[in-house]
């Protein structure tokens, strides 16, 4: 019975920081990035903040059409939920991130993609100003 060896925690512990230092050692295929904010990883992961932040926008577009809320904010036409598509439902910052926006429910609106787009980074009330012209 000498080939037995009892494993304690303090055993599997180290075991599983020379695991890591390993894996922190090899090198790992990474995305280049030209602007300083953007992310750079491993490629084919995603942070998980990005992550929250998608899941918090379809659960937050789902709760709003289950409430009735069917029409752009911006051209009032009727939205569907079909990805894709001119009409589809998009989560749109009133006050843009890149103008210093929050990243809240009370600065997102609901509104088709067509209009999403053309909005891009411009705060709500230059575009509404833009549509109303």
Not at 34 to 55: Q, Y
Not at 57 to 78: N, P, Q, S, T
Not at 114 to 122: F, G, P, Q, S
Request: with cysteine; charged share 30%; glycine share 6%.
């Amino acid at each position: 019975m000498g080939a037995y060896e009892d494993t304690t925690w303090a055993d599997l512990r180290a075991l599983t920081r020379e695991r890591r230092a390993e894996r922190a050692a090899r090198p790992h295929l990474v995305r280049f990035s030209v602007a300083p904010d953007e992310f750079v990883g491993t490629i084919g992961a995603e942070p998980a903040k990005a992550r929250r932040r998608r899941t918090a926008y379809k659960a937050w577009k789902l709760r709003e059409w289950k409430g009735g809320h069917r029409v752009c904010a911006y051209c009032r036409c009727a939205l569907t939920l079909s990805p894709n598509k001119p009409r589809s439902a998009t989560v749109d910052h009133k006050h843009p991130l890149a103008l210093g926006g929050d990243d809240a429910p009370w600065n997102w609106a609901l509104a088709c993609l067509a209009c999403n787009r053309a909005k891009a980074d411009m705060p709500e009330a230059d575009f509404r100003a833009l549509l109303a012209a």
